[in-house]
């Protein structure tokens, strides 16, 4: 068992090492992007070959799936449970509320990797594709932050 509390960058250097095919998504994203808003949990759209690798990759810091690879894959996501809770979508693809599909592969295509620490990064979506991540449940605070999203796009100025 581990001494101490969660640690971000353990769980982001575990992901980075095990080289999955893992995007950040929700709103420790736009965190990652420089906008000031809060967030209890962690969400990453993880590619579904991937999940194995990303459940072993997590395992030494005691985050645990809820599901087998197998159901989550039937499922469409899982949760790796410990001391934080991961939300992990393994769909191939997803839907806004109005019907826009964004796959993931699309998505993986045109990530972005933006600097955690001087030897870390973390891969996000695109600005446009976390907006369409929004848009899946479109939840108040969604909204709010597809305006916070469209914003940063409007300004022109690059994220970290």
Known sequence: MRAGPFDEEELFAAIARCGV???LIGRRALVALGIPVLTVDYDFWV???DAAALNAAVEPLDLFPTRSVEEARRAGRYVLEGDERIDVLVARQASTRDGVVLRFDD??????????TERLAIVIPSVDDLILTKRWSLRPKDIDDIELLE???R???PAP
Not at 107 to 116: E, K
């Open 155 to 157: 300004s022109g100025e």
């Open 151 to 153: 914003q940063l796009r």
């Open 107 to 116: 998505a993986w295509a045109r990530r972005r990797s933006i600097p955690y």
């Open 21 to 23: 095919r893992s995007l």
């Open 47 to 49: 590619h579904r070959d």
